[in-house]
């Protein structure tokens, strides 16, 4: 069965690092999406991305965050000066429709210290 | 903002009790979704309602919803120690498909 995949499971940054989270979506979904979850809370949206464009961000969504789909397969997130309030699980989702299932990934659980 | 927002925020029942989660949301809304986290994991998906549907079952899942009181529920029937987990609901509104969660509930299920 299809499925999302998220590289690395785990990364650990000092403060003030770049970093990249990688997502292959589902092959032939359309709509992907990156959402944080603070450990102890929900999960909170952070952008979508249709149409190689960002349809809506959220306030979490600054400057010092980017989304990419540099070919046809990976999505890409990358905060490009890690704060240690970064820290959190990381998930890309993908749907195929705008109103279908969304599918998640396992995650990426960023540590920065 | 419309937002899911579930209760209890815990529960605790014995194996092969059923257990019920109700989540409430603010605005009009396209679908409903639940998933299921493990301690850690990730979320899994369990089952889409759409706006104009009121019941849906799958295995020993059932989910309604009710579009007049902005309400749904969860039931999982005879339960297992293995559904021990997070439950969230997460609606899904009319700008570019995203989903708003709620603060979930987590369920445990004694052996």
């Known amino acids: 069965e299809p499925e999302v995949t998220q590289t690395p499971s785990h990364q650990v940054t000092q403060m003030g690092q770049e970093v990249i989270l990688r997502c292959v979506p589902i092959s032939n979904h359309l709509y992907f999406y990156w959402y944080r979850q603070i450990l102890g809370q929900k999960v909170e949206f952070l952008v979508s991305?249709?149409?190689?464009?960002?349809?809506?961000k959220s306030e979490i969504f600054d400057d010092q965050f980017s989304v990419e789909r540099p070919d046809g397969s990976n999505f890409t997130l990358k905060i490009r000066s890690t704060k240690l309030e970064d820290s959190a699980m990381y998930f890309c989702?993908?749907?195929?429709?705008?109103?279908?299932?969304?599918?998640f990934g396992p995650g990426t659980r960023l540590t920065v210290l | 903002s419309q937002q899911g927002e579930e209760d209890p925020q815990a529960l605790s029942i014995q194996e092969g009790e059923n257990a019920t989660m109700n989540c409430s949301y603010k605005?009009?809304?396209?679908?409903l979704q639940w998933y299921r986290q493990n301690s850690g994991r990730g979320l899994v998906h369990l089952i889409l309602?759409?706006?104009?549907?009121r019941e849906k079952h799958s295995g020993r899942l059932r989910v309604t919803l009710d579009t007049s009181k902005k309400s749904s529920s969860l039931l999982i029937t005879a339960s297992r120690a293995a559904d021990t987990a997070s439950y969230f609901c997460?609606?899904?509104?009319?700008?570019?498909?995203?989903?708003?969660f709620g603060d979930g509930t987590t369920l445990t299920v004694k052996p």
């Open positions: 605005t009009s809304i396209n679908n």
């Open positions: 991305f249709y149409n190689n464009e960002i349809s809506e």
């Open positions: 309602i759409r706006s104009n549907e």
């Open positions: 989702a993908s749907r195929g429709e705008t109103y279908n299932e969304q599918f």
């Open positions: 997460a609606t899904d509104g009319t700008n570019a498909g995203k989903s708003t």
